[in-house]
């Protein structure tokens, strides 16, 4: 039972396998819009099956998958944390601003699964955050299996090799490790090859939890694998309702009758007293590819993590546009010579929509030290911004994310009087 005097959060998670299609501009936000996921926290995306043009940047970014989700999240509040990617896999993982100076670590690692681990368009990627204290982390595990249902053991060999390395077990937090896990995972129903049949067994049974349970429990690999130790024993998985999410006929709700329809697309997560599943289901309005999404919501509670203080920007003060900009930074709680490297960076953000990719930015390589009111002082210079508002944030390399962000600043036009003008000064808080 979760804890009613702690700190709660909103995890969503959601799963698609993408067939190749390319993002439909008004069915993609309805979709987003409709499963709510500028409501939660902490927002993670899995998508399987991108192009090659998709995922290696030789087509325009406004028709890549990547950045009609991004501009989406981003208008409504949410900021890219991060993106990362393996052979024609996607993971993309949002948050809040205000939880930026919280995340003491971000780390992400990848499994390869195909022709023995050379390639990727088989494998796993996993993301987890660590939080200011080191109590908490979150987790999440993208994955796209082996398919067919004669690859039963292919699939559990490949979760057995990406379980410890994906879920961070040699790096434990303190209190709660949270772990979700997603995908294309590309269980089957094995009973029979007959999918006529299979359809119309399971077609009145949508939205009715204790029958289609009691199906899937009979017919479904993974169900089996679960309670047989082959694969996903530490995990659970909450009930389902949904109809089979694969194979469709694109373009429609209709089943593929070319293969047994099944639940390949699920989410499953690690048992946890403070984690509650609040939701989970399809979406069978995006007829795009041969699979439906899938979406699962959860709510965690937590100890409020503590604020890091590693980072301390001076307030800026007046300052104009046309004029080279200087700001000044001190380390705190021995963060240098603990985390530091000359690939850190110090970046300038018009709207912090997301953390790795800056206004522009400077390499720590390129600061230089001062004694500014007695005090030693780092200054990191920058060439000359418009008029607007800006942030700085200073990322660390080891860490992986953002460790501080100063509060907003104003460059004024150079004609302009701002003698009156109160600039906001600089802090670590948002």
């Not at 796993?124 to 979150?138: E, H, L, Q």
């Not at 949904?242 to 070319?258: E, Q, S, W």
């Not at 930015?361 to 500014?372: I, K």
Request: proline share 4%; glycine share 6%.
């Amino acid at each position: 039972m979760i804890d009613l005097g702690r700190t709660k959060w909103r995890l969503i998670t959601l799963t698609y396998n993408v067939n190749g299609q390319k993002p439909d501009p008004e069915a993609v936000p309805q979709l987003l819009e409709n499963e709510n996921l500028a409501g939660g926290d902490f927002v993670a995306i899995g998508l399987q099956e991108l192009t090659h043009s998709d995922v290696g940047n030789f087509m325009p970014p406004e028709e890549t998958w990547a950045k009609h989700i991004a501009d989406w999240m981003t208008s409504r509040g949410s900021v890219l944390l991060k993106r990362t990617y393996l052979a024609s896999n996607m993971l993309l993982l949002f948050t809040r601003i205000h939880f930026l100076t919280k995340i003491s670590s971000v780390d992400f690692r990848y499994i390869r699964a195909t022709m023995g681990g050379l390639a990727g368009y088989k494998g796993s990627i996993a993301v987890r955050i660590v939080f200011g204290g080191d109590k908490t982390s979150i987790c999440f595990v993208t994955s796209h299996m082996f398919h067919s249902e004669k690859f039963y053991w292919k699939r559990a060999e490949q979760y057995k090799n990406s379980y410890s390395q994906c879920t961070f077990r040699d790096k434990p937090a303190t209190g709660n490790d949270f772990v979700m896990w997603m995908g294309d995972l590309n269980w089957r129903v094995d009973t029979t090859m007959d999918a006529e049949k299979v359809a119309k067994a399971v077609s009145p049974l949508e939205g009715n939890e204790a029958a289609m349970g009691e199906y899937i429990q009979a017919n479904d690999q993974l169900s089996r694998a679960m309670e047989l130790g082959h694969a996903f024993n530490h995990f659970v998985e909450g009930s389902i309702s949904f109809l089979p999410t694969y194979r469709l006929l694109v373009g429609t709700t209709n089943f593929d009758l070319k293969r047994v329809p099944s639940w390949c697309d699920r989410v499953l997560y690690k048992e946890d007293d403070n984690l509650a599943l609040i939701r989970y289901n399809s979406y069978s309005r995006i007829t795009l590819s041969d699979h439906l999404p899938v979406i699962a919501e959860f709510e965690c509670s937590i100890d409020e993590p503590l604020e890091l203080e590693l980072i301390h920007f001076l307030p800026l003060q007046r300052w104009y546009s046309g004029v080279p900009l200087s700001c000044r930074f001190r380390f705190g709680q021995n963060y240098w010579r603990r985390d530091g490297s000359y690939k850190d960076w110090i970046g300038i953000y018009e709207n912090v929509t997301e953390v790795e990719n800056p206004l522009k930015y400077v390499f720590a390589l390129t600061t230089f030290d001062e004694l500014f009111e007695g005090i030693p002082t780092v200054v990191a210079e920058f060439s000359a911004l418009d008029s607007g508002i800006y942030r700085i944030g200073y990322f660390s390399y080891n860490r992986g994310c953002l460790i501080a962000l100063s509060n907003p600043f104003v460059v004024s036009l150079p004609h302009l009087s701002t003698a009156t003008e109160a600039l906001p000064s600089t802090s670590m808080k948002p």
